[in-house]
């Protein structure tokens, strides 16, 4: 079976499943809105995104297909500004602020 790394634990998975379940899999937590295992990937709230190894910006966990090698980060201080940024952004833009 392939294996990723995340946060700094090995795990193996199968083919086709996204960063989100796998990083469910090893225990680690993802905040997320607009995700369900029952509905298509929308991947529009960022709220999902979590910093990959070698990969220019943070990625959203729910709609990034795993590959062999890649090294997760989803408490990194990269990973929780993006989260915090998309959170601001959210609450500013929230309409009943109106």
Do not use: W
């Not at 990083?23 to 029952?38: L, S, T, V």
């Not at 960022?46 to 910006?57: A, G, W």
């Not at 990973?79 to 833009?93: D, H, K, P, R, V």
């Amino acid at each position: 079976m392939p294996k990723i790394t995340v946060n700094e634990k090995k795990i193996e998975f199968e083919e086709g499943l996204t960063v989100l379940q796998v990083c469910e899999m090893a225990g680690a937590e993802i905040p997320r809105f607009c995700y369900h295992e029952k509905l298509s990937i929308a991947a529009n709230c960022r709220m999902c995104l979590v910093e990959v190894e070698n990969s220019k910006n943070a990625l959203p966990a729910c709609a990034t297909e795993i590959s062999e090698g890649m090294v997760i980060k989803t408490m990194s201080k990269d990973t929780e500004l993006a989260q915090q940024a998309t959170m601001e952004f959210l609450l500013i833009n929230h309409p009943l602020d109106f």
